[in-house]
């Protein structure tokens, strides 16, 4: 059984107390109690909480003192002192009371070294390491290595560390790691990825998780639109991101196998590289060319889905534009752009398509039976505009292909832009009296929560995913 362990990094004795209470209170079932935290260790640590195990962590380079200050703890009732495999003290006190730990803060290694650092931790204690997850190979790394200590039946702590080590925290009961480090407020959380005590409680030992994968992740808002919508839907899950770089895309099926992933959404830059590693494709993602949510059925079988073209439909219905037989301008002509066109084509929109680079434009428009523009050809006379460019958003050029004069009260306008939330499109339309607009937030959040109901078969909650998606408005 995975305990949680609650962190206590506090200064004062006082300090401790409180927060152990807090912890225990949150749902602790074990503490790690950070003296290290502290500006000078007190004589006496008879303030070391009683009421669950206590592993006892003093960091140092120096092992001068340390070994009293150990031996103190472990008089004072602390189950396991935690010393590091490079100290001269990981063989003075009995196994049974030591954890002897090994952190790497760079990388993974492969699962054999892993075992092989593991056996040589054991002659000390409980061994315990912490890696830091770099994308797919590292947790497959993590998770053989698992299988392996999990049959020894002798106890261990395994974690990866990182954003990316967040489902290892998560499925910590699958790995079988003795103890799950958890923060006990989100501030206090001494390491990316690492949930609170809360939180890993409210998870319990089996929930649904869902997934992002995509490279880089760093600013991707998903994890708390969809957080908050498991939250509001009252079901014990957790969205994590699987950052994965191109090269480590192949061993994705087998990373949502093994961690018993329910799904994951799939963004830049691989909605078209990750329909060779599924099973089934829907028609829309046929369509769209491009994948952003596959569901791992229960006997591991991947299909992918586009729920992209749910979200441009719920933009498209925000601005109540009746689209068979709308004349209808897409700006654009990539992979958004062709999702766009997709949606509007199969509803019985007529399509005109513009870009910068016309000949992509018109190959869309022969594949779509829709017809292409140039831009300075442009004229009035659309029932609505959309805008599938970058164009507009923070950090790109904010000249945008449409011209301000084909902007008329007459004309709806979606900006797949989200950031800025009023785009120079947007403005130009709110300036022409364009009869409604609309920018790309209400895409996303449609499309996350057409990716939940997939995945969890529960409506998911638009207001809380709103909320959670933050930004202006
Ligand atoms: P996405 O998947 O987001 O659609 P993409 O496939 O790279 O991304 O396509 C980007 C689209 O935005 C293209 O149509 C591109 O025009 P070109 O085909 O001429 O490259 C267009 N685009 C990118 N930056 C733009 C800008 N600053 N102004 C106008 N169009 C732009």
């Given at each position: 059984m995975t305990l949680i362990c609650a962190v206590i990094a506090a200064d004062t004795p006082k300090a401790v107390t409180a927060m152990s209470a807090e912890a225990l209170a949150a749902g602790a079932e074990a503490f790690e109690v950070r003296l290290d935290a502290f500006a000078e260790i007190p004589d006496d640590l008879s303030f070391l909480p009683t009421e669950k195990p206590v592993i006892a962590t003093l960091r140092s380079e120096e092992d001068e003192g340390r070994g009293e200050i150990f031996a103190k703890a472990l008089a004072c009732g602390a189950a396991y002192v935690d010393i590091e495999s490079d100290s001269v003290l990981r063989n003075v006190f009995p196994q049974t009371r030591v954890i002897c730990s090994h952190h790497d803060f760079a990388k993974t290694p492969s699962a054999w070294e892993i075992l092989h650092l593991f056996r040589d931790l054991s002659t000390s204690g409980v061994p315990k390491a912490a890696f830091m997850v770099r994308g797919p190979r590292d947790l497959l790394e993590i998770r053989k290595a698992a299988v392996v200590l999990k049959q020894s039946g002798e106890p261990f702590i395994l974690i990866g560390m990182g954003a990316a080590g967040e489902i290892t925290r998560v499925r910590a009961a699958d790995i079988g790691s003795l103890v799950s480090y958890c923060a006990v407020r989100p501030e206090l959380?001494?390491?990316?990825?690492q949930i609170t005590v809360v939180e890993a409680a409210d998870l319990g030992t089996d929930p649904v998780i869902t997934a992002i994968t995509g490279w880089p992740l760093e600013h991707t808002r998903s994890p708390q639109m969809h957080n908050a919508a498991f939250r509001a839907a009252g079901i014990a899950g957790r969205y994590v991101r699987i950052p994965t770089p191109a090269e480590e895309l192949p061993l994705l099926p087998e990373v949502l196998r093994c961690y018993r992933i329910r799904g994951t959404n799939v963004t830049i830059p691989h909605k078209q590289a990750v329909i060779p590693l599924l099973s089934a494709v829907s028609a829309e993602a046929q369509s769209a060319e491009a994948v952003n949510t596959i569901l791992v059925s229960p006997a591991g079988n991947l299909t992918g889905t586009n729920t992209d073209i749910a979200g441009i439909a719920a933009a498209v219905a925000a601005l109540r534009v009746t689209l068979s037989g709308a004349r209808v301008l897409v700006a654009g002509a990539g992979g958004a752009a062709r999702a766009a066109v997709a949606c509007l084509t199969a509803a019985g929109a007529a399509v005109f398509i513009t870009n910068r680079s016309m000949e992509k434009a018109e190959a869309l428009a022969v594949e779509f039976g829709a017809a292409a523009v140039l831009p300075h050809a442009l004229t009035a006379g659309y029932d609505l505009i959309i805008n599938?460019?970058?164009?507009?958003?923070?950090?790109?050029?904010?000249?945008?292909?449409?011209?301000?004069?084909?902007?008329?009260?007459?004309t709806a306008v979606f900006d797949m832009v989200y950031e800025p939330e009023t785009t120079p499109l947007l403005a130009a339309a709110q300036a022409a009296g364009c009869h409604a607009a609309v920018c790309g937030k209400t895409m996303l959040i449609a499309q996350a929560a057409a990716s939940f109901t997939l995945w969890t078969g529960t409506a998911a909650d638009i207001a809380a995913m709103t909320a959670a998606f933050g930004g202006e408005s």
């Open positions: 959380a001494s390491a990316p990825g599938a460019t970058p164009a507009g958003m923070s950090g790109f050029s904010s000249e945008i292909l449409i011209p301000e004069s084909i902007l008329t009260p007459q």
